[in-house]
């Protein structure tokens, strides 16, 4: 859920900063400067006080987009300077909440960007085979690693027809990569949004359009429930193959989208039985080490459950009662 524009909330640093790890292990965190930057020079006219801020972001967004890099690097730049300024004028100019605004600007971003590819002398196949090479440069640099460690430490429990497997597992891996590239970027930028919000929420002294609100209350329109039945139908008649993998990634960002509202209803649940905090994120750190396909699987279910049965306004009823 989000909140409309009000007074900087300066609290909950900490939280942000383990966001901002987090952030690390997904994309650059340089990406989230653009965003940023944008939003801050949005608002800047109201407050001399946020010069200061808004030229560092505008610095370190600039030089992020001015790197030299691959075609994957060079696109997701692209797509985040897009997705930032669609953004910025849904902020502006409607009153849609924050996860709407950044899934709108996200897709908007990621459509120019792939239909700017073929100005460029590229294309996605092009894109898909770079992001593959780079996986598997990467996967195989680890197992070369591990069969050096192996060999310093004599170990005989590991045999080469266990590193041939590890290295198919790894090729399959790269592959499964490229084909969900665009749902990967989408989530890089969404991501990257979502910090770059955060951050602004409590820097800037009067924050323009509706803030993000807390992640127990996340949740978002049940008409992305109707993409989800779309793509799955694309996914299993067989007629419409070509439009399978385009289905396969709007999936992949629906399902990430469920587990989040998911985990939110955990999060809700907590704090309403008195814990919460510090118990959910070390609940689910456990919880995602130990059992991850669980974990997701059932954040899904209940991110669905969510959406149809309204589970949080439900309990707050029954506990009002």
């Known amino acids: 859920m989000d909140h409309p524009a009000e007074p900087t909330r300066r609290t909950g640093w900490g939280r942000l900063v383990l966001g901002a790890l987090g952030f690390m292990t997904l994309a650059p965190l340089w990406a989230a400067a653009v965003p940023l930057a944008a939003l801050q020079l949005a608002s800047i006219r109201r407050r001399t006080s946020e010069l200061a801020p808004a030229g560092l972001a505008t610095g370190v967004g600039l030089w992020w987009l001015v790197q030299p890099g691959e075609l994957p690097d060079q696109f997701l730049r692209a797509v985040v300077l897009l997705a930032s300024v669609a953004f910025l004028i849904l902020t502006v100019r409607t009153g849609w909440s924050f996860i709407h605004r950044a899934l709108a600007g996200a897709l908007m971003g990621f459509a120019v960007a792939s239909l700017l590819l073929p100005v460029f002398g590229s294309s996605w196949p092009e894109l898909i085979w770079w992001v593959e090479f780079r996986q598997g440069i ?53 991501a990257a949004l979502a910090l770059a919000a955060a951050v602004y929420r409590r820097i800037a002294v009067q924050p323009i359009g509706q803030v993000p609100g807390r ?31 385009v289905a396969a990634n709007a999936l992949l960002v629906a399902g990430v989208l469920y587990a989040l509202r998911g985990a939110a209803v955990v999060a809700f649940g907590l704090q309403l039985l008195g814990t919460g905090g510090i118990v959910f994120w070390l609940f689910a750190t456990l919880a995602i080490v130990f059992m991850l396909p669980i974990v997701v699987g059932g954040a899904i279910l209940l991110g669905v459950l969510d959406a149809g049965l309204n589970l949080r306004r439900r309990w707050i009823d029954a506990a009002s009662r």
């Not at 430490?153 to 027809?161: C, E, L, M, W």
């Open 138 to 190: 990467a996967f195989r640099s680890m197992i070369g690693i591990l069969a050096t460690l192996l060999d310093t430490v004599g170990s005989s429990d590991v045999s080469a027809i266990d590193i041939r497997d590890l290295e198919r597992r790894f090729a399959d891996t790269a592959r499964l990569m490229g084909r969900f590239s665009p749902a990967i970027v989408t989530l890089q930028v969404l």
């Open 215 to 245: 992640f127990r209350d996340f949740r978002f329109s049940e008409h992305l429930g109707w993409a989800v039945v779309v793509a799955l139908m694309i996914v299993v008649i067989p007629r419409i193959a070509a439009l399978k993998l």
